[in-house]
């Protein structure tokens, strides 16, 4: 149960990505991506702690790859979790340890003692998979589908990455490795200026529908029917 009352923890660094770990359904847990231009970058997983309505660091992960600009957490596997770093085309399948991701007593992190964040970055985390979004544009937004909402009895491993162009990619990862089994171009270059796109699956259409954002517009798009992003 949330507090009323507001807390924060500070991560010393600037920070443009976050996500809720969607596979933890006991722990109100996040992970917080850094982007900083001037220091190695991490993966800091934070846990709110209702006993004591703090927020703690469980662990403080070099994230190699460079400034975190997206991340998208399995929604099956609480170590899983997919990162795009800015200006890559690429999105990174890593492999928390499942020491960090179960724990479940104690505050890891204490608010008055900045030093306890460096102690935390000797953890690191394997790199799964890759995954190669064609056309070379940044991504911008990747979305792991949920089954939950269907009548499915198999693990969530379709994945979409989105560009700034608007291209999107639809991938496999059932098999161990990164497979693009469809995509829909987007309507070209994007003015940098303007809000990058957004896409998300309808979870009743069994992943042939998404809902993806252009400029001012919302577009329905069927992988059935359509071939490109008008």
Known sequence: MFSSQ??????????????AVRADKVENRFIVGSCSVHQPNHLHVVRFHSEVNELGVDATIPHETGPVNVICSSPDDASMVLTAAEESSSAVLWKIPR?????SEGLQYDPEEDDAIDAASSVTMEQVLSLDHEGGSSLVDI????????ESTTSPRDILT?????????WDIS????????????????????????VVWDPHANGDALAVTRGTSVHILDWRVDTSIP
Do not use: F, H
């Open 175 to 198: 098999e161990g490795a990164a497979e693009a089994v469809r995509s829909v171009e987007g309507p070209g270059n994007q003015n940098r200026a303007s809000a990058p796109p957004r």
């Open 6 to 19: 507001s807390t924060e923890v500070s991560l010393n660094a600037p920070c443009r990505a976050l996500e």
């Open 99 to 103: 020491t960090i991701m179960e724990q």
């Open 143 to 150: 979305v792991w589908r949920d089954t939950s909402y269907e």
């Open 162 to 170: 989105l560009d700034r162009t608007g291209k999107l990619t639809q």
